[in-house]
């Protein structure tokens, strides 16, 4: 992450065209092809998504699920005509990942249901927010105030996000 957000910051990833010679060899599986094709296009694809608003950690989720997306797609791309571009094609991969991924519930991402629900029938709500309490040297009533407010901001705004 760090060497795509040192290149982001510098600029890199611009270059003007595509040797399709380069894009047959990523398509023929040939390593070289895949070194140079990442080295070019990684950086790229960080700033396209860094550009969209998404955090350094975000953006380079997108450029391996976009890297995982062209492996396996590449073969698709031809240049059938002078207008099309390697770039444009990939810049429409790395988009559609950035709204794939905005559409993904936050409980989808967690790989578990987001129950911000309490269950007070259990006791655990008790148990719990005592436990934290002596680790952090706080009264359990401080923890569960605060668990309240947490929760009550995450159901604001998982509900402005469900309705957007």
Do not use: C
């Amino acid at each position: 992450m760090a060497k795509l957000e040192d290149d982001f910051r510098e600029g890199k990833g611009y270059e003007q065209t595509t040797d399709m010679g380069l894009i047959y060899q990523a398509q023929s599986r040939q390593t070289q092809g895949w070194v140079v094709l990442a080295d070019l296009y990684m950086p790229m694809v960080y700033r396209w998504s860094r550009q969209k608003g998404l955090q350094p950690a975000d953006a380079s989720d997108i450029v391996q699920q976009v890297f995982a997306k062209l492996w396996s797609s590449i073969h698709q791309f031809s240049k059938a005509s002078p207008n099309d571009s390697f770039r444009a094609w990939l810049r429409t991969i790395t988009k559609n990942e950035i709204l794939n991924n905005a559409r993904t519930p936050p409980e989808a991402l967690l790989g578990e249901p987001l129950n911000v629900g309490e269950n007070r029938d259990s006791g655990a709500d008790e148990e719990r927010p005592r436990d934290v309490a002596m680790d952090l040297g706080l009264s359990a009533t401080a923890v569960r105030q605060a668990r309240f407010r947490v929760v009550s901001f995450l159901r604001k705004e998982l509900g402005a996000f469900n309705k957007g």
